[in-house]
Every structure is written in C-alpha cells, then in structure tokens.
C-alpha cells in the first residue's frame, strides 16, 4: 500500500524489516509466495528509484537489484525441493519480470518462456496469462511486432476463459481489474493496429476491445452478465455505421465499421494525457458559464480526432445513424454536441450508444403505444423536489395511455406490480437518479427506498415469467452521473443492462429546467408519429432539433446530456 500510494520512504522502512525476517520462516508453500510478493513489490519499489550502472539516482535509496535477484534465485531453489510447479512457475516468471525491468530482454524472455511452459503445463490458466501477456511485451520491446499478437491473444483468450471465476474469486477483484487485467486487452488492440492493419487484425481489435467491455461491466456488476441472444447491428440496420475510439497510451484510434461489414482505421497521434485532459475539458465546457467559444473549439477538436476522417465513407454508404461503443472517459461526452465548424453530429446523423457490435431485437412499438410512468415531484429522502416531473409525466399521458405512478404511489413494490402485469412496452421514470462507477452509488429514488443497479433485474424479473413482452424502451429523464467519477458511465451501461430494456434513454447529467418536459414532449410526439416509420433514434434527434431551434435551450447543457443506449430503432 506504501508503494501504491508512493509513500517511498515508509515502503523501504518496511521493505527492510521484511528483508531481516524472510529467511526466518520455515520452508513451506506459503512461504515461498511471501518471498516472491516480497519480491513484485521490491521490483516496484526500485522501478521508482532508477539506478545509472550501480547507483541509484534519488539519494538515500539503496539499489537492490542485487539483493532481488538473491531473492529470487533462492526462492527457485525452495520450489523445487518442494516440488510445487506453480510456485515454481510463479518464480520463473517473476525472474522475467524483474529481467524486464532491467531491459535484459533476451534474459527476461528465457525466463517468461519456462515460466510459461511449465503453468500451461499444469493447466494454470490464471498465471499462464500473466506470462503470455509478458511475453507479448517483451517481442514487442525486440521488435518482434507481429511475433508478439500470438502472445498477446492468448492471454485475453485466457482471461475470457476465466471470466466468470475472475469476477467471483473475490471482492476486491475490481481494485485491480485495471492493473491486471483492461492492460492486456489495451495492449493487443495496440499491437493490432500499428503499422497497416489488415481487416482481419482491425476485426480483431474490434471484437477484443468489445470483449473489454463486456468484462468492465462483468468487473461492475461482480457477476457474470448478458445472456440474452443479440443480433448483429448490419442485419437490424443497412443504414447504420458504428464508431470505436479507443484511448491507447500513444494515440487516438479509431474503428469504423460499415453496413458491408468491411472496416476502417484511423488515428491521431497524442499523449493519453493530452487526450484525457481534452475530454475532460471539453466535459465541463458543457456547463452553461463556460465560453461558447473554448466549447466549440474542444467539441471540434474530438470531432476531427472521431469522426471527420469517416465522413467521406458516411456519405458514401448514405450512412444516417452513427452508433458509438465509447471508451474510458468518453463515454461522459454527449456524441450528438460533437461540432464539425458549422454544425452539431445530431444535426447530420442520428447518435445511439451501444457496447458492441450485437445488439438485443427491438421489439414493435406499432399498435402498442403504452407506458407505465413514475416519479417523485416533491422533496423526499433529503433531496429537493425536481422541477417540472408533474408537468412532465402528466403531458406524456395526454400522447399515449399511460399507467402513472406519482410521489407516495412510486414505490418499487408498486413498479414492480404494474410491470409485471401491463404489457406496455415503455417506462418512463421521472425521479433523482445517479450512474457510478460503484454499483452502491448507481440507483433510482423511489418513494421510500433507493433502487440500486443490482436490483433492477429483480424489479423486472416477474415480467419475464408472463407472457409480456420485454421492455423495449426505458427512460430515465433525471438521473446524472457522479460528481468526479471519470467511470460514472458505466453505471448507465449497467442500468441499460440490468434492465433487459432494447434501449435506455438517459441523461448524462441532470437539466434542471423545463427544457426536460420540452424535449420529453417533443420525443413522445414523436414516437407516437413512429408508428409510420419513425425509429427511436430519429424521434431523440427531431427533440433535441426542436431544442437546438428554439430560442431558450439551444445550448448543449439543455439538449445534449440525453443519450440513448442500446438498440434505437
């Protein structure tokens, strides 16, 4: 902890102690996995304290080098005599990374290969991967590019394999899920796309960096997800292309996918440094009290990192929806307030969210123009009453029948009971919300209770037992995402998820002004006119129109925070 939180000097107080006792305890497996813990984080520690020949640059800090490798040399002996091959194993490539951290690439790779051979050889998948993933590093640092996609490949392979065991070993699995695992994943999408990738390498960087998707919201959720059977986006809309920016150490990528299957690749070269603090400046420039100016200079600028080298493409395949699988800190950005110099994306294309290629069927809103709606329009459980939810709710009841659920009458038993046995295909919910990157702090406010993330399967587990049909729609027009969290989005895929709903409409952050009940009126008419041909995404996007063209919302703040996740037609 004194290393993770670069507190140097208590780390090598501490390191010492341990040093002086080691060799006290018993020859025993426990203790040989002390010594090569003690062993990582004594490679950790001096990777902060760089040593020029035998000299370490930071004065007072000791360069133990020599003392690691003693270590671990022993600690191969120990394995041995006691013929455990997965300690063994776990030694041999602890040996190739502390090799590694000294550049002896030649050395390291040796070690990593018996490290490798002798786990796959006791099928010990959990550290197999953790050596192929330092074997794909270290032919990448040879220059063995190519060589190194083998490797690498084999690894997310493996931990795709041990998906479901990984979220369920332990609780505090997510504290280390982006140390030791979303790296590897990065890193074979990565080596993929240097150089000129083929189609069969930019495919496979597409399905990988899915596959990191599906396992952040698997990490999330601490259990196994997605069950139901999707379809793939080409064979539900001709129309559609779907967008991939990916956030890699030294650049921008980015994976077009086209109606005819066949792909493209971009990029913009930068820091990821560089391209987080853009992204998060151009979040806050969001906020009303900033320059229009500096805002449209930064949405412009992650247009033409996103979306300007496809336009041609776009317009060759007559492309009117864009689907975005959003990565990291993107998925906090409304796509649709993205400016290309004149004009917003929403103003040329329809702008959906989806995690992947495959999406869930929609289901027909024709001829079943129903919702169940709920709320909460006074002040309640410590929150201030949110403006306009009686308007709100009331008017969407005048454009189809509804079955409304308002303040003492929103309870989650009483949701429950109306889902279970009305067969409307839309719920509408109209009450303080917030998306986290923790499940605990992802819920909808009820009346009496908060319902979190984890529940919503629950909520809507008695419709799956009738002969309803699934939620094809669900709104969600007054939640926000945490305050800080650059992962709060991932509390809204989890929602768009648990649900089992084919789309979810939400907000990225909370518009505290009638622009809500506007644009929600705007919508619902326009889904009601859907029933000749209007899809989902077209109906959000002549509501936000509407809002663009008016003379009191047409800033972003009011139009731009409402995202529609999943399937938008």
């Not at 991939?244 to 070269?269: E, K």
């Not at 729609?473 to 305050?483: D, K, R």
């Amino acid at each position: 902890m004194y290393i993770a939180t670069r507190q140097w000097q208590s780390a090598t107080t501490l390191i010492d102690l341990i040093y002086a006792n080691i060799d006290k305890l018993s020859l025993s497996r426990p203790t040989v996995f002390a010594r090569i813990n003690l062993a990582k984080n004594a490679i950790d520690l001096q990777a902060n304290n760089p040593v020029v020949g035998d000299r370490p640059l930071r004065a007072g800090f000791a360069n133990r080098n020599p003392q690691i490798e003693n270590l671990l040399q022993e600690t191969l002996k120990q394995s041995r005599m006691l013929e455990d091959k997965r300690a063994e194993a776990s030694t041999l490539g602890t040996l190739g990374y502390f090799y590694e951290r000294q550049q002896q690439w030649s050395i390291a790779r040796k070690f990593t290969e018996q490290a490798l051979e002798l786990s796959q050889a006791i099928n010990a998948t959990d550290i197999s991967y953790q050596w192929q993933w330092q074997l794909g590093r270290l032919q990448k640092k040879q220059g063995d590019v190519a060589g190194a996609i083998a490797p690498y490949t084999e690894a997310v392979n493996n931990l795709q394999s041990l998906r479901s065991s990984l979220v369920a070993i332990n609780p505090d699995a997510q504290f280390s899920f982006r140390e030791s695992v979303e790296p590897v994943y990065r890193e074979l999408v990565a080596t993929l796309l240097d150089g000129t990738p083929s189609q069969a390498q930019l495919k496979q960087a597409r399905e990988t960096i899915e596959s990191l998707q599906l396992a952040e919201l698997e990490n999330f959720f601490q259990e196994v997800c997605l069950t139901a059977k999707p379809k793939q986006i080409d064979d539900i809309d001709p129309t559609a292309a779907v967008i991939y920016p990916i956030i890699l150490r030294d650049r921008l990528a980015v994976i077009l996918s086209l109606p005819d299957r066949s792909l493209r690749y971009y990029s913009t070269y930068l820091p990821q440094a560089k391209i987080e603090s853009t992204i998060e400046n151009l979040y806050q420039s969001f906020n009303p009290v900033f320059s229009n100016q500096i805002r449209l200079q930064l949405s412009q600028q992650v247009y033409d990192w996103s979306i300007e080298p496809a336009e041609a493409e776009l317009t060759k395949h007559e492309i009117k929806t864009l689907a975005f699988v959003l990565d990291g800190s993107l998925r906090n950005i409304p796509m649709a307030a993205l400016y290309d110099g004149k004009q917003y994306a929403i103003e040329k294309y329809n702008i959906a969210l989806t995690p992947g290629l495959q999406l869930l069927p929609p289901t027909s809103l024709k001829d079943n123009l129903k919702a169940v709606a709920g709320g909460i329009s006074q002040s309640n459980q410590g929150f201030a009453s949110p403006p306009g939810v009686q308007t709100e709710l009331t008017e969407i009841s005048s454009y189809l029948p509804t079955k409304l659920l308002l303040d003492s009458e929103f309870t989650e038993a009483n949701l429950q009971t109306k889902l279970a046995r009305i067969n409307a295909p839309i719920l509408h919910i109209a009450t303080h919300g917030q998306f986290s990157s923790d499940p605990e702090n992802t819920y909808i406010l009820t009346w009496n209770d908060r319902v979190k993330v984890n529940e919503f399967e629950t909520l809507l587990r008695n419709r799956q037992f009738t002969q309803i049909n699934p939620l094809d729609l669900m709104v969600l027009s007054a939640c926000q995402t945490a305050a800080g969290d650059k992962q709060a989005a991932l509390g809204l895929a989890g929602v768009a998820v648990r649900s089992g709903a084919r789309s979810t409409l939400a907000t990225l952050w909370s518009v505290k002004d009638n622009s809500t009940t506007l644009l929600m009126n705007e919508f619902y008419q326009e889904l009601v006119r859907s029933q000749s041909g209007l899809n989902k995404g077209e109906a959000l996007r002549q509501a936000q129109l509407a809002l663009i063209d008016s003379e009191d919302f047409d800033h972003p703040f009011y139009w731009a925070a409402f995202v529609l996740v999943g399937n938008w037609l």
